[in-house]
């Protein structure tokens, strides 16, 4: 089964600190792409980050970055500078097959704090 | 550019009622888009792959005589909630893949709060 775990249910951050987020998934296959989306109070879900499998270089978006380690099925998040607004909270997801069906498979999430 | 909106953002209906909600892609075409639904404090569980001029795809356990979902446009799909019942409260979110561009990209609507009385 194609599955993805996220094993930190809550978390909490001060302001400027820096946070990481876990992320492990299960599959079979070679080819796949990985994501981090957030979901603020107001529900929408936005992407923070994209991954693809087939490249070794991590993935970075401003303070947003990933430590993708494809042996172990890792995908983390580590979020730096932590801004009040980066409350919210985060899904690990991924779209399996190298895109062919574009069905995103979504982990628990993880709820984040940003404390001022 | 790539907005995905709802409508209606929520909605309060009675037991035994008939509930659509509309998603549309409002500066893309979509061939594809996608029908999730998110309990309180848990993960975006996916219900359907809707694609235009042909069928839903349910995933397993979805009832699709109880959400039916037809996808008339490029940039409009409708889930209806047949027959709704209380155990049908929870928030419906849509999302949509631009055609032409990268297959693994969806773009989200704001989500549907649904609640039944």
């Known amino acids: 089964a194609q599955t993805v775990t996220q094993s930190q249910p809550e978390m909490s951050v001060q302001e400027a600190e820096t946070v990481t987020l876990s992320c492990t998934y299960d599959?079979?296959?070679?080819?796949?792409?990985l994501f981090w989306y957030k979901q603020p109070p107001s529900r929408q879900m936005i992407l923070v980050i994209r991954q693809e499998a087939y490249k070794q270089q991590n993935a970075t978006e401003n303070r947003f970055s990933v430590n993708f380690q494809k042996a172990a099925k890792s995908f983390s998040l580590k979020i730096s500078d932590s801004q009040l607004g980066d409350t919210a909270m985060y899904f690990c997801?991924?779209?399996?097959?190298?895109?062919?069906?574009?069905?995103?498979?979504f982990g628990t999430g993880t709820l984040l704090a940003v404390q001022p | 550019g790539a907005v995905v909106s709802q409508h209606p953002s929520w909605v309060i209906c009675k037991s035994g009622t008939s509930v659509k909600i509309e998603c549309r892609s409002l500066?893309?075409?979509?061939?594809?888009m996608f029908w999730y639904r998110q309990f309180p404090k848990q993960s975006l569980m996916l219900m359907a792959t809707?694609?235009?001029?042909?069928?839903?795809?349910?995933e397993q356990g979805v009832e699709k005589d109880k959400f039916l979902i037809n996808h008339a446009s490029l940039t409009l799909s409708t889930l209806t909630v047949t027959s709704a019942h209380p155990e049908d409260s929870s928030f419906y979110i849509c999302?949509?893949?631009?055609?032409?561009?990268?297959?693994?990209?969806?773009?989200f609507g704001p989500g549907t709060r649904l609640t039944v009385l």
């Open positions: 997801a991924f779209i399996p097959g190298g895109g062919a069906t574009n069905k995103l498979i």
């Open positions: 999302s949509a893949s631009p055609d032409g561009g990268r297959t693994d990209t969806q773009y």
């Open positions: 500066d893309f075409q979509a061939t594809t």
């Open positions: 809707s694609n235009e001029g042909s069928k839903a795809t349910y």
């Open positions: 599959t079979s296959e070679n080819n796949y792409y």
